[in-house]
C-alpha cells in the first residue's frame, strides 16, 4: 500500500508551548489530507480536513486557531499545535487520501504529552 | 444512530477459528467501504476494501458488502493470535463526500 509518514513520532512539551507535525505522502500526491485525534480506548475523531492550496475544513468544536493546518504541497501538510495545554495530550494521526483508488492511508501517529 | 455502527466487543475467538465482523451504515448514497486494523498504540491500517456487492477475498480476510441492506462485514479465517486488534469498520461517500466516516471499532482477542 502507499505510504504516509508523520514526523515525530512522539513529544512531550510543556505547557504553553506550540508543537508542529508533519505529514507526508511518500508516493503518491495527495489533494486531500485528513487529522484525527484519538484518546486512549476511543475511536478516531476527525479534527479537519486539510486541502492543498485551500483553507482547512474544521469539524465542529475544534478551533482552527489552536490547530493550524498548513497544505502547502501535493505531499505535505502540517498540523501545529499551538499553546498546548495537558488537555491536548493524545495520540494524533495523519491520513492522506489515494484520489486514484480512494482509498485512506494513514501516517503512523504522533503521541504528544503536555506537561 | 451513528451513522457507521460496530459491535464494540470484545470479540473473542479461538485461534484457528473464523470471526466475524459486522458493520452496518446509515448513509444508502455511500460508495466505498474499508476495513482497518489498529494495533493498541498504534495508527489504523487498511486491509479490506470493497466498493460492489458481494464477496471480495485477500488471503485470510474476506469483506462482503451488502448495499440494499446496508452492511458490510469482515471474516477472518484460521484467526491467529496476531490478528488480536481492533477493526474499524469506514465508509466514503454520499453526503460525507471523500470524508471517512469511522464505526466505533470492533475488538479482537484471538485466544491460542
Known sequence: GAVVSQHPSWVIC?????????????????TTMFWYRQFPKQSLMLMATSNEGSKATYEQGVEKDKFLINHASL???TLTVTSAHPEDSSFYICSALE????????????????? | ???????SGPLSVPEGAIASLNCTYSDRGSQSFFWYRQYSGKSPELIMFIYSNGDKEDGRFTAQLNKASQYVSLLIRDSQPSDSATYLCAVNG?????????GGGTRVLVKP
Open chain 1, 14 to 30: 510543556k505547557s504553553g508551548t506550540s508543537v508542529k507535525i508533519e505529514c507526508r505522502s511518500l508516493d503518491f500526491q495527495a
Open chain 1, 75 to 77: 505531499t505535505l501538510s
Open chain 1, 99 to 115: 484520489t486514484k483508488g480512494e482509498k485512506l492511508f494513514f501516517g503512523s501517529g504522533t503521541q504528544l504529552s503536555v506537561l
Open chain 2, 1 to 7: 444512530q451513528k451513522e457507521v455502527e460496530q459491535n
Open chain 2, 94 to 102: 454520499g453526503a460525507a463526500g471523500n470524508k471517512l466516516t469511522f
